[in-house]
């Protein structure tokens, strides 16, 4: 069952909600209590310093990452950084709670490894292919047009974790969204500036974090990113009706961070703007029911929807067709030759002017009026 707002309180009590901190994510987390955010994402260092300065044809030099805290003695020094900051955030997430790392090909395999050998339990890779990537100006190599998001739950053997996936369907236009996603490099007004130039080197656009933050939580949750920048996941979250915290090591990006948010204008939505309702979670209602509560009437004829298959409405929630008798699945099977079949959106009913109606549709009707607290409920996986 989702968690309950009292459940959430008490895991809250000692967090520090909707607020940035500034310090070294490791020893901040060690500070927080066992169990108690609900969705991290993260955003580390690259390790991606370049040997030599990188040149457009033009002779100009490009404007990498150069930073101090993407700086590291070796793939040694590296790896130590990345266990102990990935298992400060194992022990914060909740147990039906998952976690979100981006990264290059400079560095996403080797925080894959530890990932898997701190317990973690893999549910995705997503590639984000950036429609207007920056060019390979020596022309040694490929273009560098993606970057990779490893999504994984806290454990393998978890048995919940939340997946709005109706919400992932609506959002790309009612097909299943798929782990490739082309959202283009962060520019324009949504770019950070600090004296006319970007105020941070890897900045994320929000059109990213949107995926992730309404895949993968439900309003009022706590999403924690313990490396916030210049406060893309805070932005998002406060839009989405979420809780953020951020922990971020340099006090430059902390204090844009803070002057970002504070021009966030939000209005916080209604609970039916944020929740897309999942059927898989409404309370579970059978053929028969419908025939008990007589939605459906014994002996009245079912029709496929273009009318070429009718069967017959048995007492016992059967289905007649012809000779053979079966449930509304396996009927809506056998009628097609296929080995399965969902009968619930095969089958329809005539109304009283003789126009069709969707079994489907009388048990959404069945539920709301049987049972309209429970219908819509969030979405939780069961893995």
């Known amino acids: ?29 060690r500070t ?14 690259y390790n991606l310093q370049l040997r030599h300065s990188l ?33 400060e955030c194992r022990r914060v997430l909740k147990d ?32 984000w292919h950036k429609t207007n990537p920056m060019p390979n100006f020596r022309g040694t190599r490929f273009q560098n047009a993606t970057e990779t998001l490893i999504w994984a ?32 490099l962060c520019t324009g007004p949504e770019r950070v500036k600090l004296n006319g130039k970007k105020a941070h080197s890897t900045q994320k656009p929000e059109a990213l974090l949107y995926r992730v933050i309404l895949a993968s939580s439900n309003p009022g949750d706590v ?61 579970r209602v059978s053929f028969g029911q419908l025939v008990e509560a007589q939605y459906l009437a014994v002996g009245q004829r079912v029709f496929s929807r273009d009318r070429r298959v009718a069967a017959t409405v048995k007492a016992d929630g059967h289905l007649l067709w012809g000779d053979t008798s079966g449930s509304i699945h396996q009927i809506a099977a056998l009628a097609q030759n296929k080995p399965a079949f969902n009968g619930w959106e095969f089958w329809y ?12 549709a009388l048990r959404e ?10 219908v819509e409920q969030p979405h939780i996986v069961h893995a």
């Not at 459940?7 to 490791?26: F, M």
């Not at 009913?349 to 489907?360: K, P, Q, T, Y």
């Open 223 to 283: 999403v924690l990113d313990p490396f916030f920048g210049t406060g893309t996941t805070g932005a998002v979250a406060r839009k989405l009706g979420r809780n953020f915290i951020g922990v971020e090591l340099e006090p430059a990006y902390v204090e844009i961070a803070w002057r970002r948010l504070a021009s966030v204008a939000v209005r916080l939505p209604g609970e039916a703007e944020l929740i897309t309702r999942s059927r898989r979670t409404a309370p």
């Open 153 to 184: 739950k806290k454990a393998a053997d978890q048995k919940r974790y939340i997946f709005n996936y109706h919400a992932m369907k609506h959002l790309n236009d009612e097909k299943q969204m798929q782990n490739v996603w082309r959202i283009p």
């Open 55 to 87: 040149l457009r044809p033009n002779q100009t030099v490009v404007d990498g990452v150069n930073d101090e805290w993407d700086r590291f003695a070796g793939f040694a020094d590296y790896d130590a950084f990345t266990r102990a900051w990935l298992g």
């Open 349 to 360: 009913c005539e109304d009283e002017a003789g126009n069709l109606v969707s079994i489907d």
């Open 1 to 29: 069952m989702p968690r309950t707002s009292s459940q959430n309180q008490t895991d809250r009590s000692q967090l520090p909600l909707n607020t940035i901190i500034q310090g070294d994510c490791v020893e901040v987390l």
């Open 32 to 45: 927080f209590p066992d169990r108690s955010v609900d969705l991290i994402f993260a955003d580390p260092p």
């Open 96 to 127: 039906d709670g998952t976690i979100w790392v981006i990264g290059s090909y400079h560095n996403i395999f080797r925080v894959g490894a530890i990932l898997m050998d701190l317990g973690y339990w893999i549910l995705n890779d997503v590639i």
């Open 365 to 374: 009707r069945y539920r709301l009026e049987h049972d309209p607290d429970q």
